[in-house]
């Protein structure tokens, strides 16, 4: 089964399940992929979070459900997954732009004792419908891409976990802040000066923890001949952590462009088009970005993702 019918498979699941206690953990464990790589595919593929899918569906159905039924705020509120009828209320109002309240059929009465609802005259709902993944082939543009097999790598980086599902740490900066944090207050250079001169590459490594929910993101250099390992152990003290990348094949692509977006732009064309197009798949190993110190001019920096074929 490819990625692409595996993220169906748990669309189907989370709608099966849709008021259960799930997030996007459970439906990576529904297609029996990790939470690190089903969240990264479902959101290249989607362009939003399973988390934000399962929320908004959830908050569609509550607004249908307010505007046909006699059902309170409160009941809504608990039947579909919010902790307190206020903090529903909230998510509603932000989703829709409309509060509960005004959505609710309103009664009216009409020549008899029998109460009537209006359908919620002058409020607005948003409708979120199941999303059902399909891939075209658009157009004849290329996607150069190679090959390569690496034996076991060893990289110092200094090294920060971010959550899955936002891609912020405990403290809500993100992975660019926390390169610009790492210049900011000198840490990178004297990582970087482990390396000779023309070869101080720095890598942004990205690896799925032990623990569901979040990854470790890694900013450092390689470790092999050409390393300075006199520097290591004070590097190591002061911080600094040996990463261990298992032996792999990558799939290696140029991010062509001058930010950082070109890197969100080369994995979404890597979930739409080449995995549905050459029958490779992401696996759970180490992948990372490589800025090259003497790189070509429009290349922001290379991507390698781990793949096995099949």
């Not at 009537?116 to 709902?125: E, H, I, Q, R, T």
């Not at 969100?264 to 995995?275: A, I, M, P, Q, Y």
């Not at 001019?297 to 793949?307: A, H, K, N, Q």
Request: charged share 25%; with cysteine.
């Amino acid at each position: 089964m490819s990625n692409i019918e595996r993220i169906q498979q748990a669309i189907c699941y989370m709608e099966e399940h849709i008021l259960e206690d799930i997030s996007y953990v459970e439906a990576a464990k529904s297609v029996h992929m990790s939470s690190y790589n089903f969240h990264r595919t479902f959101s290249f593929i989607t362009g939003m979070t399973a988390n934000e899918y399962i929320r908004s569906r959830r908050l569609t159905l509550a607004g249908q459900e307010l505007l046909t039924t006699a059902c309170s705020v409160t009941e809504a509120a608990y039947k579909y997954g919010y902790e307190s009828p206020e903090s529903f209320s909230r998510a509603f109002s932000r989703f829709h732009g409309s509060t509960p309240r005004q959505v609710m059929s309103r009664q009216v009465t009409s020549g008899s004792d029998k109460s009537v609802p209006d359908m919620g005259k002058g409020a607005s709902l948003h409708l979120f419908n199941p999303l059902v993944i399909k891939i075209t082939v658009e157009g004849g543009s290329i996607m150069d891409y190679r090959i390569e097999h690496r034996e076991s790598q060893r990289f110092l980086a200094l090294k920060r976990a971010f959550s899955n599902e936002n891609s912020m740490d405990e403290n809500g900066r993100s992975i660019p802040e926390f390169w610009d944090e790492c210049h900011d207050k000198g840490l990178i250079e004297p990582v970087r000066s482990l390396r000779p001169e023309g070869k101080r590459d720095l890598y942004g490594l990205c690896s799925p923890r032990d623990s569901e929910g979040s990854f470790d993101y890694g900013i450092g250099i390689i470790l092999d001949e050409d390393t300075d390992p006199t520097q290591l152990e004070r590097l190591v003290k002061e911080g600094c952590f040996l990463w261990e990348a298992s032996p792999a094949d990558y799939a290696v692509f140029k991010c062509i462009g001058s930010d950082g977006e070109c890197i969100g732009e080369t994995w979404s064309k890597f979930f739409k088009e080449f995995v549905p197009q050459t029958g490779y798949t992401q696996t759970d190993d180490t992948d990372y970005e490589i800025y090259f110190e003497n790189g070509e001019s429009d290349v922001f920096c290379e991507l390698w993702i781990p793949v096995r074929k099949g």
